[in-house]
């Protein structure tokens, strides 16, 4: 079965971290990486994005600085560590790629930063 599953996500402080997972079973996750974020009550938006041979990296400018994305090919995963963390990047965070002519997303996982 063809799919990404996300982890990592939880409750944190402001000001806080977390790291999440994205790791993809029923194919090779050689494709470009992208996470993707949804707020109650706004769009989804792309937050970051890495290349397919991880040598290209780009963010969102409200998570410049603050979130780093990378790729692990033996792991078939790419991570988003997230830092600084502030009460607006409370969203649900999903990771996106494509194979063969899909695009596949995973189910998402829960981000809250609250105090």
């Known amino acids: 079965q063809v799919q990404l599953v996300e982890s990592g996500g939880g409750l944190v402080q402001p000001g806080g971290s977390l790291r999440l997972s994205c790791v993809a079973s029923?194919?090779?996750?050689?494709?470009?990486g992208k996470w993707y974020r949804q707020a109650p009550g706004k769009e989804r938006e792309l937050v970051a994005r890495?290349?397919?041979?991880?040598?290209?990296?780009e963010y969102a400018d409200s998570v410049k600085g603050r979130f780093t994305i990378s790729r692990d090919y033996a792991k078939n995963a790419v991570y988003l560590q997230m830092d600084r963390l502030k009460f607006e990047d409370t969203a649900v965070y999903y990771c996106?790629?494509?194979?063969?002519?899909?695009?596949?997303w995973g189910q998402g996982t829960q981000v809250t930063v609250s105090s």
């Open positions: 996106k790629t494509w194979d063969r002519g899909h695009d596949i």
């Open positions: 029923g194919f090779t996750f050689d494709y470009y």
């Open positions: 890495i290349s397919n041979y991880g040598e290209v990296t």
